[in-house]
């Protein structure tokens, strides 16, 4: 366990439909990132926040929105699905003062169908 | 032309050999990040340079800045080292990583 914590593990669902993926980070690391891996492109970046903020924004699609709670938990929400989102989600965190030092989550395998 | 580059993108090798995996970059980075990801999906942080060497049990990560590479060496490798190697960069600028396309390494008992 590497104390960040991404639910649900694997997710199913059709075109069009709405979900949303959880990601706790491990204790005392106030920055989560969401990283899409997809079969044609590799990892790629989608968003950082920082204690609730965001900071920055990588190659995160309109239909794609996330937010940075209080208690530092993160939700990445995926809309109006398309089979080519079919991915495995990353989130990692980072501990404060150093931007480098990243743990990452076990990922959550999207299935859209 | 990618930002980083990895070679070999396969290695196959016996159980014992030692391995060496490569990560060129072409733009100013503050860190390196050596990754493992296993069939499963699950990726683990190896290492993160920014100078020298650093060493932990089998594996070997290195970087020479002004050459802009970077090498991971695994000693006495084993059927269980068999995963994807990404190297992956902060640019100097943000908190991005930029990743290689990773190297798919196969130890054979």
């Known amino acids: 366990d590497s104390g960040v914590t991404q639910t649900p593990k694997h997710l199913i669902t059709a075109t069009g439909q709405r979900v949303t993926l959880r990601c706790s980070p491990r204790s005392g690391d106030l920055s989560v990132y969401w990283y899409q891996q997809s079969l044609d492109q590799g990892l790629q970046f989608l968003i950082q926040?920082?204690?609730?903020?965001?900071?920055a924004k990588g190659n995160i699609l309109e239909r794609f929105s996330a937010q940075q709670f209080p208690d530092l938990h993160s939700e990445l929400n995926l809309s109006s699905l398309e089979l080519g989102d079919s991915a495995l989600y990353f989130c990692?965190?980072?501990?404060?003062?150093?931007?480098?030092?990243?743990?990452f989550g076990s990922g959550t395998r999207l299935t859209v169908v | 032309k990618n930002e980083v580059e990895q070679s070999p993108q396969n290695l196959t090798a016996q159980e014992g050999e030692f391995i060496t995996i490569n990560c060129s970059y072409s733009?100013?980075?503050?860190?390196l990040h050596w990754l493992q990801q296993h069939p499963g999906g699950g990726i683990v942080s190896l290492f993160m340079l920014s100078s020298g060497k650093k060493k932990h049990g089998r594996l070997i990560a290195t970087i020479n800045i002004q050459e802009k590479h970077s090498s991971l060496h695994i000693t006495a490798s084993h059927p269980r080292d068999s995963a994807v190697y990404i190297c992956a960069v902060h640019l100097d600028s943000n908190y991005q990583l930029i990743w290689g396309a990773g190297t798919k390494l196969i130890i054979k008992p």
């Open positions: 990692a965190s980072s501990a404060p003062g150093t931007a480098y030092g990243y743990t």
């Open positions: 926040y920082y204690n609730g903020e965001e900071r």
């Open positions: 733009v100013g980075i503050s860190a």
